[in-house]
């Protein structure tokens, strides 16, 4: 079974630029995360999906940031416009509730560079 | 709101060592998990052990262990017979066994292994 997918993988743009993330959950989780990266403050949940409706993003850092799900079987980060301190690494995660193990299963990443 | 601390940054350990990585956390609930996430330079997060609150038994995975210590909420983890391939970010997490709730991290210790 394929895990998380997430593109792209790296992301260069310039500030001002509207930039999309996207999330393909596994297969029959749930629940989804947004997280992102950095070498200043580790790592923070943005926001996350249950059966595809937001359950909590008091983590989105302002309202340039959005974030959608569609579907079970997709989901997307949006920052509009971008500035530098977006630089970071962004993680989309999945779980499941059923047969709760509790684990989450994240993605490669994706990494961006704001210049 | 719960938090973890990991109050190592960094930490280092001779190869086929023993070294153990420190966690805390604090939480009002009864039942949860608890899980030491590990990444390596290539950035992906592997699950390396996971612990639910309810049992008394420490989990176990090939060279790693953990101390659960619930009354304390210390969650440690101990890599036995340390090897390169060990040398990684370590984060703990927490999360409420609660369906669809967040997994919340620690700030991550640096793990260098010396050949």
């Known amino acids: 079974d394929a895990g998380v997918i997430q593109s792209p993988r790296h992301e260069v743009t310039e500030m001002g630029q509207e930039v999309t993330l996207r999330c393909k959950p596994i297969s029959g989780h749930n629940s989804l995360f947004w997280y992102r990266q950095t070498m200043m403050r580790g790592l923070e949940l943005l926001i996350y999906?249950?059966?595809?409706?937001?359950?909590?993003d008091s983590g989105m850092p302002e309202d340039r940031f959005s974030a959608k799900m569609p579907n079970a079987s997709f989901s997307t980060l949006k920052i509009q416009p971008s500035e530098p301190r977006d630089s970071a690494v962004y993680f989309c995660?999945?779980?499941?509730?059923?047969?709760?193990?509790?684990?989450?299963?994240f993605g490669e990443g994706s990494r961006l560079t704001v210049l | 709101a719960q938090t973890v601390t990991q109050s190592q940054p960094e930490m280092s350990v001779q190869e086929a060592e023993t070294v153990t990585l420190s966690c805390t956390y604090d939480t009002s609930e009864s039942d949860y998990y608890l899980f030491w996430y590990k990444q390596p330079p290539s950035r992906q997060m592997i699950l390396v052990i996971r612990?639910?609150?309810?049992?008394?038994q420490n989990a176990t995975e090939n060279r790693f262990s953990v101390n659960f210590q619930k009354a304390a909420k210390s969650f440690s983890l101990k890599i036995s017979d340390s090897q390169l391939g060990d040398a990684a970010m370590y984060f703990c997490a927490y999360r409420s066994a609660v369906l669809g709730s967040r997994l919340t991290f620690g700030e991550g210790t640096q793990l260098t292994v010396n050949p």
């Open positions: 995660a999945s779980s499941p509730d059923r047969g709760l193990t509790g684990e989450l299963f």
């Open positions: 999906f249950n059966n595809n409706v937001p359950i909590d």
């Open positions: 612990q639910e609150a309810y049992k008394q």
